[in-house]
């Protein structure tokens, strides 16, 4: 089993900034995915970015240069700077770490942009 604890969700203005951090503990692989998803209420899960061990990154098409994901293996963490922030970003976000072919899932963290 693999737990993750999420952090740096909350409130900003749009244009603004803020980082998500995730932390995974328990069965580590040495080779894995870290990265996060958000959801809209009512709609599926979808891709914000992703990072695997070997530091190869994959965004979701609306990122657009805004977002940057990265990455400490020694502390198993991953981590989502986000920039130049719009209303349209408000959703949940969830960290996920994929390993084969098996999911974990964090509790996800709000994140608001508002005026």
């Known amino acids: 089993q693999v737990q993750l604890v999420e952090s740096g969700g909350g409130l900003v203005q749009p244009g603004g900034s803020l980082r998500l951090s995730c932390a995974a503990s328990?069965?580590?692989?040495?080779?894995?995915?870290m990265g996060w998803y958000r959801q809209f209420p009512g709609k599926q899960r979808e891709l914000v970015a992703t990072i695997t061990s070997g530091g190869s990154t994959n965004y979701g098409n609306f990122v657009k240069g805004r977002f940057t994901i990265s990455r400490d293996n020694a502390k198993n963490t991953v981590f989502l700077e986000m920039n130049s922030l719009k209303p349209e970003d408000t959703a949940v976000y969830y960290c996920?770490?994929?390993?084969?072919?098996?999911?974990?899932w964090g509790q996800g963290t709000q994140v608001t942009v508002s005026a």
């Open positions: 328990g069965r580590i692989a040495s080779v894995s995915t």
């Open positions: 996920n770490y994929r390993w084969a072919i098996v999911d974990y």
